[in-house]
Structure formats: C-alpha cells, structure tokens
C-alpha cells in the first residue's frame, strides 16, 4: 500500500474512555422497519424516493443529543455520515442525495459535531463503502436490486472506479470540513472471488474500493485518526487500528496472530440499527451495563447503538435506556473508564466480572447475582488492603485464612442488595 510515514495512531484516549455512542440515521427511519428495509424488501429507488422527499426531522436538537449521551456516561460518538442506501447527512457537493435537498433542506452532520464537541466527546464518521443508490456502484449480489431481472444489462453502464472514485471524494469532504475527527469506522468489504479473481458483480473488497489509496488519504488529511477494520486490509501494514466484532459477545480478549488488539464491539438496544418502530426485543438497563461490564473485562470498547426517528429524536425507548445506564455510570464509572483486564492470577468469583485500574492499582468487582452474607475470592488472599462498595463508599469487611492453599479472600457483604443495577465492590489492592 501507498508510504503515508504517519505514526501509528494514539488510542490511549480510546482504550480509557470504553463507551461510545452509535448513531445510524437516514431516510430509512422514515419506512421505520430497518435500516436495510431498501435491501430487505428489494425496493426499486423511484418508490424508495418517497422517503427523501419526505425527510423534515424538524424535531433535531443535537444538543439534545449530546446531552443524553454524556449523561449515560459515553465519551465518544459515531455517526452515519452516509449508510448503504447512499443518502447523506452533509452537505455533499458530489451528489444531490444530501439533507440539504430534502425538507428538511440543512446540513445535519455540522451541528451535530459541534453540539457533541462541546460536551467534551471524540467526533467519530461512520462511513458506508456500499451505495445502493449511485449509478456506478455495480449492481452484486448485496444490492437492492440484486434480483432485478435486468440486472446484467443496468451493469453494463456501471463503472466501479467511477464510484471508488466518488467514494474518496465523499471521504475528502467529510475530514476537510468538520474540524478534527477522532474516529472513522467504514462498513463493510465482502469481496468474493470467481476463478481466483475477485468479483464485482457477487461481492466487493479493496479493490473495489481502492482501499490503500483511501487508508492512505484518511491518514494523511487527519493524522491521528483511528480506523477500524472493514477495508479489506486485515493483512497490510496500517491498514486498520480496532479490531470491531459486531452484535455478539467475544469469548476473551480479541486477538490478531495472537496477540490482544485494540477492540470495540458495536451493540444494538434491539435487532436493528436504524430506527424500528414495531421492534420488541429491547434490552432492559441491567443487560446493557452487564454488556458494558462484560466487555471492559476483556479489555474492550462498547459502542452502543440509537436510531433516532424521522423527526429527529430519540425515541422514550432509547432515552430510558440512557437514562438508566447514566445513573449507574454516575457512581460505578470509575470501573469502566481506564479499566481493563484482571491481571493473569486473580480468579474471577462465580455470576460476576472483574474490571482493573492499573493506574490507581484498584479492582472492581462488579456482582451479577447478589450472594447471601459471603463471596469468596480465590487468589486474592494478602492482596487486597480495604474493601467497600462503590455506589457509597461503605466499609465492606473481609477475612483471610492463615496457609490457605487456595488464597482465598472471603468478603462480609450486607444480607440486602444495594439498591443500585449492578453494585460493584472496589478493591484497594497492596503495591
């Protein structure tokens, strides 16, 4: 791939912070039935059409916005500058399939960073690869029009590096026009080859995209930037930062050859992204901080995801959900941000997660089923120099066993739940 001689990005900020905001926002929150609802019902684009001239969110308040996600304790955003179905939030000067078009007849991308900036939260770009809706982007097996049964012909005028082409353009505008960007999450390659070549018209990857030219570019106009994973550059040097598992759960640590990566996984409060009216499957307040917990104690990020609605707000939904997590962050935070990783020798106690501050030297001990009276703690036995429980610093008292094999640190907790989620024990560990 193209020499940029920048240095590797500093994710220091990234890896304290833990929790960020996802935002997927489109004309799709119109149809309110999935943000691939264009894919999903294979809609033609003079019937999707509907849905841009009818596009007026007159209810955005992106202060609002901000407001909600730094009091649910998020430190970081990313937002859908542009989804698969192509329509963009800015003010592209490379399409007329913009905000500024629509009723709503406005950049949304300009005051949204500004608005989220001034609550002291990283801007992040989520930028889509694949266009729905560009007259270039080769019609394959992914696409809405994927069983138009004049696909091959409407092929025939489409040119692939006309729409990389318009691709990077996009990209350009979008880190020269909103001051610093910390994040840029691209989605997706699925490239799939054809007698040992890759194919444009099943599926798509780096050279559909040019990605070394884009990497290289993304660097050089925002040095420092963090990129994930999805241009089809696992194998080149530079070619990513995060690694970013999507909608489950790793089993321990990401790894790459090995070695634990710098990782984020991308979670829903339901099934989809963009906002679905009739979904059901909601995640309650104690799932998602047992998400946030869990993935801190494998040394991750959360991004967690909120579609607004076509008007321009979070539904109650959503703000039910933030709300509860921010009342939790407002007393637990200290085991979520700059945690990690137990350290290799502290055994984790049976329906809970251990988070680690190496920087204070204190442990966290987050309890997913309150025991009756005693928790025992193998291998933290002469350890551990005073206990007490997080949400009101109270005294948690515990014993030790002289010539315990197992090392075992018993802790005396109250017979009642604290009326709090998820309490969480903080441990001040010996130097």
Not at 114 to 125: D, I, M
Not at 135 to 141: K, L, M
Not at 265 to 278: A, E, K, M
Not at 395 to 424: H, M, Q, S, W, Y
Request: neutral net charge; charged residues 25%.
């Amino acid at each position: 791939m193209p020499k940029t001689n920048v240095v590797a990005p500093d994710t220091s900020w990234f890896v304290h912070d833990r929790f960020g905001l996802f935002i997927h926002w489109g004309t799709y929150a119109l149809a309110a039935r999935h943000e691939w609802v264009k894919h999903n019902e294979q809609i033609p684009d003079g019937v999707y059409e509907k849905y841009f001239k009818h596009f007026d969110p007159d209810l955005y308040d992106p202060q609002q916005w901000a407001d909600a996600a730094a009091n649910a304790g998020m430190k970081y955003f990313v937002i859908t500058t542009k989804h698969h179905e192509g329509f963009c939030l800015w003010d592209s000067k490379l399409t007329d399939y913009n905000a500024t078009n629509t009723p709503c007849g406005r950049d949304l991308i300009k005051p949204m960073a500004e608005a989220f900036r001034a609550k002291g939260l990283h801007v992040g770009f989520y930028h889509s690869l694949i266009d729905w809706h560009h007259p270039h982007f080769v019609i394959d097996n992914l696409h809405s029009m994927r069983n138009h049964p004049d696909r091959a012909k409407m092929n025939e005028s489409r040119d692939q590096k006309q729409y990389a082409k318009y691709l990077h353009g996009q990209v350009r505008e979008l880190l020269t026009k909103y001051g610093k960007v910390d994040v840029l999450f691209y989605d997706f390659s699925y490239p799939v080859m054809t007698d040992g070549r890759p194919d444009t018209t099943k599926g798509k990857g780096r050279d559909d995209w040019e990605s070394e030219k884009l990497i290289a570019m993304t660097r050089k106009l925002q040095p420092g930037i963090i990129v994930n994973d999805r241009l089809n550059l696992e194998d080149a040097p530079g070619g990513w930062d995060i690694k970013t598992p999507e909608q489950f759960m790793p089993r321990e640590w990401v790894k790459v050859d090995g070695k634990p990566v710098v990782w984020e996984t991308c979670q829903t409060f339901s099934g989809s992204w963009g906002y679905h009216r009739d979904e059901a499957s909601w995640k309650s307040v104690g799932q998602l901080l047992r998400m946030l917990i869990e993935v801190v104690s494998k040394g991750g990020n959360l991004l967690l995801n909120v579609g607004p609605t076509g008007r321009g707000e979070f539904d109650e939904r959503a703000m039910d959900r933030l709300r509860g997590m921010g009342e939790w962050m407002k007393r637990h935070s200290r085991s979520i941000y700059g945690c990690t990783s137990a350290p290799v020798g502290f055994l984790t106690p049976q329906d809970c997660r251990l988070t680690w501050n190496p920087e204070s030297r204190r442990m966290y001990l987050h309890v997913f089923a309150w025991p009756f009276r005693h928790l025992h703690m193998d291998g933290f036995a002469g350890k551990v120099a005073y206990a007490q429980l997080l949400n009101d610093a109270s005294e948690i008292r515990f014993n030790e066993k002289p010539g315990d094999a197992a090392k075992t640190l018993t802790l005396d907790l109250p017979v009642c739940k604290p009326n709090v989620e998820i309490p969480v024990i903080e441990l001040y560990m010996k130097d």
